[in-house]
């Protein structure tokens, strides 16, 4: 199967967002221990509280690595203008790539580059209403629903495995 596409700055903000969700558990240890640390830190800074300036320090920074937690454990709340951002500066705006989707992987060549990933290597996979996401050794792959037809989606989710 064969088509072109492009990305664009929501479509990456919304593969990233899958990505994130999709790989919590893998995360969600290091935003559990943002968590407690920051409670930690917040318990001992408020029954320190009159002993000068540190406890005040210490329950600043409570509160900053809790927030840090959260904004870890939901990156829809915040992370949306940051991806955008992002996409903007790799440059990648409105440049076109055609895939090659076969049963032995993707194939992706773009205007500088050449990407060749078998299914073995894609360690993570994805789909929501906009997009299909693929991800493989750094390198996000991300094909907007818009361009390709039903047939093809389908074809899509039977080659990768996606129900």
């Given at each position: 199967m064969e088509f072109e596409y492009?990305?664009?700055?929501?479509?990456?903000?919304?593969?990233?967002?899958?990505?994130?969700?999709?790989n919590r558990r893998r995360l969600s240890t290091s935003t559990g221990s943002l968590f407690i640390f920051g409670g930690f830190?917040?318990?001992?800074?408020l029954i320190e509280r009159e002993k000068g300036l540190s406890?005040?320090?210490?329950?600043?920074l409570g509160a900053f690595?809790?927030?840090?937690?959260?904004?870890s454990a939901f990156p829809r709340l915040s992370s949306r203008k940051k991806f955008r951002r992002h996409f903007r500066e790799l440059g990648i705006e409105g440049k076109k790539s055609h895939a090659n989707v076969n049963?032995?992987?993707l194939n992706i060549t773009g205007d500088d580059e050449t990407w060749s990933r078998p299914w073995a290597d894609i360690s993570s996979r994805g789909e929501d209403k906009q997009l299909f996401m693929f991800y493989s050794r750094g390198t996000l792959f991300i094909f907007a629903k818009r361009y390709l037809t039903s047939e093809q989606q389908q074809e899509l989710r039977s080659l990768t495995g996606l129900s």
């Open positions: 492009e990305i664009s700055a929501e479509d990456y903000a919304d593969a990233l967002i899958l990505y994130y969700r999709l830190l917040l318990t001992v800074g406890p005040l320090l210490l329950v600043a690595t809790i927030w840090l937690g959260i904004v049963e032995e992987g």
